[in-house]
């Protein structure tokens, strides 16, 4: 083989370039983080916990000014830089606890009501195709989204417009550029070359619009010629990088799965005790601020941080994400229990799960949708119960997760709707932007999104936003507003009472248009084409009582004025065949309580 000396030259300077931007944490935060940033919350799978902690550590109460971009913000991500006074506005598409089970946060309900620090709600898609928008240079990105809801409204960075070619209205987002992201990848070389883990999330686009780049912590920094053997992993080039630090458990207390090809290294599950408690502390400043004291600002860095979760810990988050070390266990039960002898009747949250699991049975195989995306709650576990069911029937069906995973299979044992030991059954990885932008609302075909709500109204309209009167911030948008913008059809799972099921919700989060049915945990509502009205169409059957005793308790029950359809259907109570998938799936009894 013929060899040239200045192409061997060239190989073997790529493979072989030193230290590069290997620094440490404290360094990192030091050179490159400055007040009045906006910083970008890397949008992989991980978040770059360990970088976050370390900035509340070294701004702590000194008034910096940030601007954070982040998907979600939660008790253990964005409440500590709420309490150290360092935000002065927040991006963002979902603020509140989401892990293991959705929740507003009393801290951030706090700031929201107080005015103190200035929150901007975007969907999920948008904020990702601003970014998108941002790493390609353009001015604004063309979306579904957002149209339609009372989050446009006060959004200056997004219009509705006529599109040049149709004439149709079309909304567009404009360019978002950060001044730095902050990213937590598995893999990186010394010059920065990065390998993000699966599924990819917001992916790299925040890195790449970043004005000053990113600053990237990693698992484990490995040479060059290590990295390439990933190469089909690595997503951001080492020119966007500024910065490269190992730090080992960076995304703690998220977890951070197994990556593909690297079997001899696991990842690690989230430590639910350690997020459980900080939603606890968050019930209150004092609790909250104890909290701080004890795990970010009374731990000098991150490696006596991870000696205070200690080795146990740690070693045990890593065996976590087997399938083995999942056992079924159940609330209430003595040891080994199934669910199988778990009392009966059903809850009245299993009901409203189990009559909305059928329904979506039914859709998907009157419709022929092949995919469907829910929403986190009694939603993604209807959508789950119904899988299941669907299967048995040989006509399977592709689960989708916003964060960027398709054709999943939900296991038992861990009902959060984006469970880690889920990720490994998946048919295949992709991001937020693939996920909402093409498979829910392209070309791949129709899509059935199933979605919770807060509050919704006679029209099909969502709020999980905020109630304006009361000054009430609830979690936010999250994915919903992009799937209920898109998706050929919509289904709304809520629990029923007069304060939710409203004449007319005070915020739209979400339009009602592609909604047609509301499952409750008294019967099923569908919308009548010649109003664009819900009504009631279906009654679970109660004991003792006869349909119109039934129907008057729902009236009761519904803050609009109940109409029926020209003929009510009687609904059979959840079969125990049904209650034992249920429980299986959800063990802990966070939604079927």
């Not at 995304?251 to 350690?274: L, W």
Request: net charge negative; aromatic share 8%.
């Amino acid at each position: 083989m013929l060899r040239l000396p200045w192409v061997e030259q060239a190989l073997a300077g790529r493979a072989g370039r030193g230290g590069g931007k290997v620094i440490t944490l404290p360094e990192a935060v030091r050179e490159l983080v400055r007040p009045g940033q906006s910083l970008q919350i890397g949008s992989g799978l991980g978040y770059p916990m360990a970088l976050l902690y370390e900035i509340v550590r070294q701004f702590w109460e000194s008034d910096p000014g940030f601007t954070l971009i982040m998907y979600g913000g939660s008790c253990t991500n964005l409440v500590p830089f709420l309490a150290g006074g360092m935000l002065k506005k927040v991006l963002a598409s979902y603020l509140g606890d989401s892990y293991p089970f959705p929740a507003p946060n009393p801290l951030i309900q706090k700031a929201f009501a107080e005015g103190k620090v200035e929150l901007e709600e975007w969907s999920m898609l948008t904020l990702t195709q601003r970014l998108v928008a941002g790493s390609m240079g353009l001015p604004f990105f063309p979306t579904r989204s957002l149209a339609g809801s009372s989050l446009a409204e006060s959004l200056d960075d997004f219009m509705v417009t006529a599109d040049p070619f149709s004439g149709e209205e079309i909304g567009l987002v404009r360019a978002l550029r950060p001044d730095l992201s902050l990213v937590h990848g598995w893999a990186a070389d010394p010059e920065g070359n990065t390998v993000l883990n699966m599924p990819l999330v917001g992916n790299a686009y925040g890195a790449l619009a970043a004005r000053e780049g990113a600053v990237v912590t990693v698992e484990k920094v490995v040479s060059a010629a290590e990295l390439a053997r990933y190469r089909e992993h690595v997503r951001i080039p080492a020119e966007a990088v500024r910065a490269v630090v190992e730090v080992p458990f960076g995304a703690h207390p998220s977890g951070h799965h197994h990556f593909p090809h690297r079997g001899e290294e696991e990842g690690y599950a989230e430590d639910r005790p350690f997020i459980m408690e900080a939603r606890r502390a968050s019930r209150s400043t004092e609790h909250y601020r104890a909290w701080l004291e004890e795990w970010i600002l009374g731990c000098p860095d991150h490696r006596s941080y991870l000696a205070k979760l200690g080795r146990e810990r740690l070693f045990a988050l890593r065996g976590k994400l087997s399938p083995e070390a999942w056992p079924l266990h159940f609330l209430g039960e003595g040891e080994g229990a199934g669910p199988q002898d778990m009392p009966l009747p059903a809850t009245a949250a299993e009901q409203m799960i189990a009559l909305a699991g059928r329904e979506i049975e039914r859709l998907t195989c009157e419709r022929g949708y092949n995919t469907i995306l829910a929403g986190v709650g009694a939603s993604h576990m209807a959508s789950w119960l119904a899988y299941y069911s669907l299967l048995e029937q040989e006509r399977p069906v592709a689960l989708l997760a916003e964060i960027g995973l398709y054709g999943f299979v939900p296991l038992p044992g861990d009902s959060f709707v984006f469970a880690l030991r889920n990720f490994p059954t998946g048919q295949l990885y992709a991001d937020v932007l693939h996920i909402l932008g093409s498979f829910v609302s392209g070309n791949p075909g129709p899509c059935l999104g199933v979605l919770g709500a807060a509050q919704v109204d006679c029209r099909g309209n969502i709020n999980s936003s905020q109630i304006p009167a009361a000054s009430l911030y609830l979690v936010g948008s999250g994915g919903g507003n992009d799937v209920a913008s898109s998706a050929a059809e919509v289904v709304v799972v809520a629990e029923q009472a007069p304060h939710r099921f409203v004449e007319k919700v005070p915020f739209i989060t979400s339009p009602g248009e592609r909604v047609t049915v509301l499952v409750s945990q008294h019967g099923l509502f569908r919308k009548d084409p010649a109003d664009s009205v819900l009504k009631l169409a279906a009654y679970l059957e109660q004991p003792g009582l006869n349909e119109e005793e039934t129907v008057r308790r729902i009236k009761e029950q519904c803050g609009w004025e109940l109409q029926l359809w020209p003929r009510l259907e009687a609904l059979a109570p959840p079969a125990a065949k049904e209650l034992t998938r249920l429980r299986h799936l959800d063990p802990d009894r966070y939604f079927t309580r």
